[in-house]
């Protein structure tokens, strides 16, 4: 089944740590999305790529590092420069332009030890 | 500045009693606006794409409308299935392809 695979589910992080999360998609989408959802909160997006090797910065950054090498990957890292990383870390990816639907992973919730 | 608020937060029905959650939105044009299922710790899943005022769709107990200003889910005859947080995301006009979120509301049915 084609579909878009994050790992962990659950992730631990400890003070001054990087940490890397993982998104894997095999529906042959151009683009692909990492957002942050925080309880009451919207999503808010971090980074997206529309094509391998080119991203775009989104709303909330800082912090957040991201590679796109490959067009069925897309993954994020969360360095020690972001202060409140403990969230539910969603990704997405999209097939195509004009108004299609994002599809989303099943997320990666980070905490701080 | 584009904004997407959804209300009620949260609602409780008790099975069977139809109701509407609201997705109202400001945006320099719409390009669509999507809504999405989530349940506890998963991602978000599609339900509908609209694209312009007077659109409907519909999807088993789900149908969602759409006015220049607002978006409406009826749901009828929910069951307890259906409880779910559901968000709206709005597409502004532009040709970048970033969705803006509500904050979702949660929606919990009692058999």
């Known amino acids: 089944d084609g579909g878009i695979t994050q790992s962990p589910k659950y992730l631990f992080r400890k003070e001054g740590q990087n940490v890397t999360l993982s998104c894997e998609q095999n529906?042959?989408?151009?683009?692909m999305y990492w957002y942050r959802q925080d309880p009451g909160q919207g999503l808010r997006l971090i980074y997206y790529s529309q094509i391998v090797n080119d991203f775009q910065k989104g709303d909330i950054a800082e912090g957040y590092s991201v590679s796109r090498e490959k067009k069925e990957s897309f993954p994020l890292t969360v360095t020690s420069a972001q202060k409140n990383p403990t969230a539910f870390y969603l990704c997405?990816?999209?097939?195509?332009?004009?108004?299609?639907?994002?599809?989303f992973g099943d997320g990666t919730r980070l905490s701080i030890l | 500045e584009d904004q997407v608020t959804q209300s009620p937060e949260a609602l409780r029905l008790q099975e069977g009693e139809s109701s509407s959650l609201n997705c109202s939105y400001t945006?320099?044009?719409?390009?669509?606006l999507f809504w999405y299922r989530q349940d506890p710790g998963k991602g978000p899943e599609f339900l509908f794409t609209l694209y312009s005022a007077g659109e409907e769709k519909e999807k088993e107990r789900l149908k969602a409308t759409l006015t220049k200003k607002e978006s409406f889910l009826h749901i009828t005859a929910p069951k307890p299935e259906d409880s779910a947080t559901y968000l709206c995301a709005v597409q502004p006009q532009g040709g970048s392809e970033k969705l803006v979120f509500g904050k979702g509301t949660k929606l919990t049915v009692n058999p």
């Open positions: 997405a990816s999209l097939q195509g332009w004009g108004n299609q639907p994002q599809h």
């Open positions: 529906l042959n989408h151009d683009a």
């Open positions: 945006v320099s044009g719409l390009r669509g």
